[in-house]
Nanobody, 117 residues
Framework: QVQLVESGGGSGQPGGSLRLSCVVSGNIFKTYVMGWYRQAPGEQRELVAQ???????MYADSVKGRFTISTDNAKNTVFLQMNALIPEDTAVYYCNAKHPYVAINYWGKGTLVTVSS
């Protein structure tokens, strides 16, 4: 059974940093595209960053240069390092695993990130 469990959310100050982690169980980590999405209050869920099994990454324009997605294959864990936080980064962040060829998606339950002074 596939499970994605996020951790690392919480409160941060503008200009500060937070790191999110997502532990993936089930034999998908080396095949699926791993990503982070977020959903702010009243907004649609949006892609923040993703990494293919080959290591290719893409980022939303709003986080380029500030956020970094990475993986620890030995620990089946994907990270999102968030630097230079701004209040607009406030959202629930969701870990996602997407099959590269067929419409199969797995989601974590989300972790709340709040950026305020």
């Amino acid at each position: 059974q596939v499970q994605l469990v996020e951790s690392g959310g919480g409160s941060g100050q503008p200009g500060g940093s937070l790191r999110l982690s997502c532990v993936v169980s089930g034999n998908i980590f080396k095949t699926y595209v791993m990503g982070w999405y977020r959903q702010a209050p009243g907004e649609q869920r949006e892609l923040v960053a993703q990494m293919s099994s080959g290591g290719n990454t893409m980022y939303a324009d709003s986080v380029k240069g500030r956020f970094t997605i990475s993986t620890d294959n030995a620990k089946n864990t994907v990270f999102l390092q968030m630097n230079a936080l701004i209040p607009e980064d406030t959202a629930v962040y969701y870990c996602n695993a997407k099959h590269p060829y067929v419409a199969i998606n797995y989601w974590g339950k989300g972790t709340l990130v709040t950026v305020s002074s």
